[in-house]
């Protein structure tokens, strides 16, 4: 069996997780890095020197374009980790050359863009997999058939919280604008939240929302929101996202209370209470989203987070953000 060989695309802090997470498969691996330069020449200078050493680092090739890296036919499949703007020329140029696609959160920012991307890789036959690596840890999946199982019983309510900081390079770089980033929070790590609401609950159908500026006061958008959701049966949903606070131990996880028991996903999935030992680290949700890209790939296994998941993720950020500024509760 080829091995199949990878192009990263990006040199920021997610390129080593996952670089890590292919180099423990057998079948696929990282082999090459790229990196668009824009800016005046001492940044351009200074990116090209980062990507040597990053490529140096890890022992494989370095393309001072992303024209060049998807113009080597050695390369099967690209990891697109470029700031939010370029997805999605670099989704379609990325098909346009027959490789198949792992596109980081969020895929693209403009719902109308989905159509376009999705028929594309149905004519060339290619795959584009969500980088929804959170709905990869064993504890998510696991939690996936204990609902499923009607263990719980009927959902009455839910939480989904994340609570962190962010380093200075985050928080003044691109994701401090929002001409770059399109939202703040919660269209950034709130992204993981909100799929992860779909993947366990399915789809709302209202959703009411505020958004803050608390701490990081230089960014445009929100460091801060909070997210009521509300399905067709009338169970509840709050999805909470902040980079305003480091001290999220024993507030962030996720909780689910049904009308027979209750999980909760935190350091390990606990059912009733009793403790269940799945994967919830960081690392492992890249390590399961490698391997099912791969699997996707050569066996047509479809992702559990799909381009429909993106569309649905995308619906329900926008409605939080337009419940926030109108001030109401937004029908989806």
């Known amino acids: 069996m080829k091995k199949l060989n990878i192009g990263m695309v990006g040199i920021g802090f997610i390129a080593d997780w996952h670089y890590n997470a292919f180099a423990k498969l057998s079948d696929a691996g990282v082999t090459a890095i790229c990196q668009d330069f824009h800016g005046d020449a001492a940044k351009i200078a200074a990116k090209k020197v980062q990507l040597q050493q990053k490529a140096a680092e890890l022992k494989i090739t370095a393309y001072e374009s992303f024209d060049k890296l998807l113009a080597d036919p050695a390369i099967d499949a690209l990891i697109i980790g470029s700031i939010n703007p370029y997805h999605y020329d670099q989704i379609m140029a990325g098909l346009n050359a027959g490789k198949h696609l792992l596109v980081e959160k969020p895929v693209v920012t403009d719902l109308a863009q989905l159509d376009g991307i999705a028929k594309l890789a149905a004519q060339k036959k290619l795959v584009v997999f969500p980088g929804h690596n959170f709905a990869y840890r064993g504890a998510v999946q696991q939690a996936k058939a204990v609902i499923a199982s009607g263990k719980l019983g009927r959902i009455v309510s839910s939480s989904f919280v994340s609570t962190h900081s962010i ?79 480091n001290f999220g131990d024993g507030i962030s996880g996720i909780r689910i209370a049904g009308e027979k028991g209750n999980l909760i996903i935190t350091d390990a999935l606990y059912v009733n209470g009793e403790r269940i030992e799945a994967e919830t680290d960081y690392p492992s949700s890249f390590a399961g989203q490698a391997r099912a890209f791969v699997e996707a790939i050569r066996g047509g296994k479809p992702p559990v987070s799909t381009l429909d998941d993106v569309r649905e993720t995308l619906r329900i950020i926008y409605g939080a953000y337009q419940s926030a500024e109108e001030k109401r509760t937004i029908t989806l």
Not at 170 to 190: F, N
């Open 167 to 245: 380093g200075d390079g985050h928080a003044t770089g691109w994701r401090a604008k929002k001409s770059l980033a399109t939202g703040g929070t919660l269209m950034d790590s709130g992204h993981h939240l909100v799929y992860q609401t779909l993947y366990l609950l399915g789809r709302p159908v209202a959703v009411s929302a505020f958004t803050s500026k608390l701490v990081r006061t230089n960014m445009e958008c929100e460091d801060t929101a909070q997210v009521a959701l509300q399905y067709a049966d009338g169970s509840v949903c709050t999805v909470m996202q902040s980079i305003a606070s």
